[in-house]
Structure formats: C-alpha cells, structure tokens
C-alpha cells in the first residue's frame, strides 16, 4: 500500500515552453501533497505543500508564478513549470501524506527528470 | 531551529563489511525519525522509520537504527553490507503536527568487491 506515483518519469521540453507533472497517490487519499526539487548529489529541497482544495504555500524563493500547482482532488495533485529555462532542469520529487492516523508519514513518488533545453 | 545533519558526505565500505551511517538533529517537538535510500535517477525508498516506543527499528534490507534522545542521534546500520547497497541515503525527521520534513544533506554510500 501507500504508492504514489509521478507521470512523467522524464521529459524534454523546450526553453519557453510549459511542463506539467503529475503526482498521483493511488491507494490513499492524499490530504496533503508536497513537492521537492533535488539538485545533483544534493538533498531534497521543499518548494511548496499543497491541501486539496486550496492554494498552495511556497517556501521562500520559490516563484509562484512560474511553479504553479494545483491540487484539486484528494489522489491527485499537479506541478506546471511555466515558461521554462534551463535552470529549471532538476530532479523532481512529490510526496503525499494520508490523513489521521497516519498523518506524519509521507510517501514519496519516483520523481520526475525535467530537461529543459 | 530544525535540522538534521549527516556528517558524512561519503563513506567507502568493503563488501561484508560492517556500517554505520550517522544523523544529528535539531528538533523542538517530539521528533519523528526516518530514514530513506535514493538510488541513482530514483525516488527515495523507506528503510525505516521512529515514533515511540523501543528505540532500536528494524527496517528493509537488513538495516536497523537507533534512537538516541540524550545524543539527538539516529544512526543507520548494517552488520554487512551488499554491493547492491551503494546509494545515496537521507535521514530526515517530522512531526505529527506540522507538515514539512528536514532532510539531511544526504550520505554517499561506495561498497568496494
């Protein structure tokens, strides 16, 4: 139990262009999602948390705007990188997290590799 | 502040060798401890997790851990490690009443033939 799952696994977009990732959780309903971005070699770094049904809260320096995420049923949630430069390269990584009892877990999906060229 | 440090960046082991991975943390509350693998181009991996209770966790893959309150330690072992161990590893901790995970900055597992 408790799989989630990201779609796509990679994707190779173009300088300009918008990508969006899914995250699905496919045997619990998911309160709670996150999204992380992890550099090369380095650690996870949280760039948003999303509750169904509401506007998601960004950590500090993380453009809103150009990550918009929306998270509008209890399994799924999205991440749409707009506009996307080659910066915007990196290793993607959702998570979500059931409700009571087990509220302090999360469940991390696969992740998903963004190339932007 | 909340933190959670792993002091190593690297560690070489032989193969059969014995090995322990070490995490620190900084936490105000109770914490809830885990510990994840990541294999290369992968999504982390739950080895083990800590709530309460017996301070020694068993996890996947023969590896334990130990809570530690008096040192703030979550050390990960493995009485003998396979080459199919080498990865990257995290610890991280959370709690019941908040949302956000602090991750460690990660320990890269060698294991040498």
């Known amino acids: 139990g408790a799989v989630v799952s990201q779609h796509p696994s990679r994707v190779i977009c173009k300088s300009g262009t918008s990508v969006k990732i899914e995250c699905r959780s496919l045997?619990?309903?998911?309160?709670?999602m996150f999204w992380y971005r992890q550099f090369p070699k380095q650690s996870l770094m949280l760039m948003a948390t999303?509750?169904?049904?509401?506007?998601?809260?960004?950590e500090q320096g993380v453009e809103k705007d150009k990550f918009l995420i929306n998270h509008a049923s209890l399994t799924l949630s999205t991440l749409t990188v707009t506009s996307a430069h080659p910066e915007d390269s990196s290793f993607y990584i959702c998570s979500a997290r059931p409700g009571l009892p087990l509220a302090y877990e999360q469940y991390f999906g696969p992740g998903t590799r963004l190339t932007v060229t | 502040a909340q933190s959670v440090t792993q002091p190593d960046i690297h560690i070489t082991v032989s193969e059969g060798a014995s090995l322990e991975l070490r995490c620190n943390y900084s936490y105000g509350a109770t914490p809830y401890l885990f510990w994840y693998v990541q294999s290369p181009g992968q999504g982390l991996q739950l080895l083990l997790k800590?709530?309460?209770?017996?301070?020694l966790v068993q996890g996947i893959k023969g590896f334990e851990a130990e809570f530690k309150r008096s040192q703030s330690s979550f050390n990960l072992r493995k009485p003998s490690v396979h080459w199919s161990d080498a990865a990257e590893y995290f610890c991280?901790?959370?709690?019941?009443?908040?949302?956000?995970?602090?991750f460690g900055t990660g320990t890269s597992l060698t294991v040498i033939p």
């Open positions: 800590y709530f309460s209770g017996d301070t």
């Open positions: 999303s509750n169904e049904g509401s506007k998601a809260t960004y």
């Open positions: 991280a901790v959370g709690a019941a009443s908040g949302n956000q995970f602090y």
């Open positions: 045997d619990f309903q998911a309160t709670t």
